[in-house]
Nanobody, 124 residues
């Protein structure tokens, strides 16, 4: 049973930075593709970024390209989301997901396991 625990969220000003972490347990981390999604109040869950098991292939939604970076440390069983130049529209609960193999990592239904989420609030 895979368990995911997000951390690192908080309140920051426009233009600030945060690094989110997602700790993985209950499986072989290096065998899983990982992703980050977010959900703002009154909006549907939105894909943010994903990374393949090897770390060599990454995907981003257009609105965060150049500002966010996804990475993973297989020795620590952790995936990260470095968020720079934050904007108020980035305000949301951020969730990490894991899948043994996702053919389309931009789609939430591809993921087998989810964390509880961590709140990111960007003040204007």
């Amino acid at each position: 049973q895979v368990q995911l625990v997000e951390s690192g969220g908080g309140l920051v000003q426009t233009g600030g930075s945060l690094r989110l972490s997602c700790a993985f347990s209950g499986g072989t981390f290096s065998s899983y593709d990982m992703g980050w999604f977010r959900q703002a109040p009154g909006k549907e869950r939105e894909f943010v970024a994903a990374i393949r098991w090897s770390g060599g292939i990454k995907y981003y939604t257009d609105s965060v390209k150049g500002r966010f970076t996804i990475s993973r440390d297989n020795a620590k069983n952790t995936v990260y989301l470095q968020m720079n130049s934050l904007k108020p529209e980035d305000t949301a609960v951020y969730y990490c997901g894991a899948t043994k193999y996702g053919s389309t990592l931009r789609t939430g239904s591809q993921y087998d396991s989810w964390g509880q989420g961590t709140q990111v609030t960007v003040s204007s």
